[in-house]
C-alpha cells in the first residue's frame, strides 16, 4: 500500500553547535533563577489580580 | 481541520484551563503560576493556570533584586557593600524567564508564537474573515523591539516614583492581550473592579481595538509590531535548532508560499526572517516541495512527496 506522503518534507541534523550551547545556557539561567527564588516572587505577583494589566493602574 | 489551527486552540485551552475563575471572577492562585508559558499569555485571565513571561520579568526587574537595600538612590546605593550589589542584580534580573525564552528559542525560534500563542490564534482567526489583504510597511516591525527595551526593560528598571517603585510598564500601557483576557473579562464578573476603571482602562482599549480591527486586513500586526516575545526570539530564527531551508537553485518563485505565509512575509527572500512563525504553511503549499523542515528532534527522512505536475520548473513566476 502507498504510503501517505508527510504534508511537508522532514529532514533530521544535527544542528548547530550555538544552538545546542544557547539551549544549554537557557536551562542553566533557569536553574539559576530558581535558586535565586525568582519563581516564588513570580508566584506572588501572578495570583494576585495585575491591575496595571487590567487598565487600572 | 487544519493541524495548526487545532495544536493552537488545545494550547490556547491548557494555559486557561481555570474554567471555574471565568464564573467566579477569581483568578487561578495555584503553584503552576510559578512557571511561564513561552507565550503572552496574561496572568490576570481568570482562566490562566501560568504566567506571562513578559509580566513575569517585568516584575522581576522593577523589584531592584532582593537585598535589604534593594532600589537604594544616591548616596544610600553608594553605602551598599559590593556583595550586596552583586545579589541585587542578580536578583533584579529576570533569569528565571530569560532562561526560558532563550531555551525555547534555541530550540524552536518563533514556532512557539505561531503554534502556541493565544493571542497569534485570535490574530490567525480575524485574518482568516474575508476582507481585503494589505500589507503594513516594513519599518512598523521594528516598533516591536522597541517595545522590549523601552517598555519591557528600561522603564521598570530606571522610572521609579517618589517611593521607589516602578511599574509593569508594557502591561500598563500597552498589552492587548491583558485587556482582552484581564481588562475585560475580571470587571464584567467583578462590579468592584469595574468601578475602578478609568482613563488608562479606556487607553488599553483603544488600542485593544485598533490591534482587532487591522488584524482582518493585516497578517499577524500585533506580532510584527508590538510583541516583545516576538522581538525577543526573533534573533533565534537564524540559529534555532527547528529550521527551513528553501532549494533556491530550483525554486521558480511560482508565489504560492507568499500566499499563505500567515506573517505576510516572502519565504523566498529569506526563511530565517525574524518575522516567521514557523507556522510552516510555505512548506505545504510548495508544489515543489524545495522547502524543507530541519531540526535534530524530527524522525528519520520521509521521501519527498511527488512534485505536483502543473507546478514544473517552467511555471512562470507570478511577479
Redesign the interface.
Known sequence: MEPTPLPVVIRPTAGSRLAWGLFVLGLALMGLGIWFGETARILDKATQVCLQCIGIG | MN?RLLVQAIATFLTNAHLKGFITGK?????L????VPTLN???CPG?LF??PV??AQ??LS?GG?GENAGATGEAAAAVPLREKVWNV??GT??????????????FGRATCGWLCPFGLLQDLLHRLPFPKFRAPRALRLGKYLFLVVLVVLMPLFWVDSSGFS??AY??YV?PA??LQ??LL??ALNPD?RR???H??????ALLALFLLAMPFIARPFCSWACPIGAFLAP?NR???L?L?LDADRCVRCGACRQVCVAGLDPVDGLDAPDCVRC?AC??ACPL?L????????????????PTESAGAGAPPSR
Not at chain 2, 200 to 205: G, N, P, S, V
Open positions: 493541524l483568578i487561578y492562585d495555584g503553584s503560576k510559578r512557571a511561564c496574561c496572568y490576570s490562566a504566567s506571562c509580566g513575569a516584575v522581576i523589584s532582593t542578580l536578583t529576570p533569569l528565571f524567564v530569560i532562561g526560558l525564552m532563550t531555551a525555547v528559542g534555541a530550540l511599574e509593569p502591561c500598563k498589552c491583558g485587556t484581564g481588562g475580571l470587571p473592579l475602578l476603571l478609568g488608562l482602562f479606556a487607553w488599553k482599549l533565534f540559529i534555532s535548532l529550521r531551508t510552516l512548506a505545504q516541495h522547502i524543507k523542515v530541519e531540526a535534530p528532534f524530527l524522525p528519520a527522512p520521509t521521501s519527498a512527496p511527488a
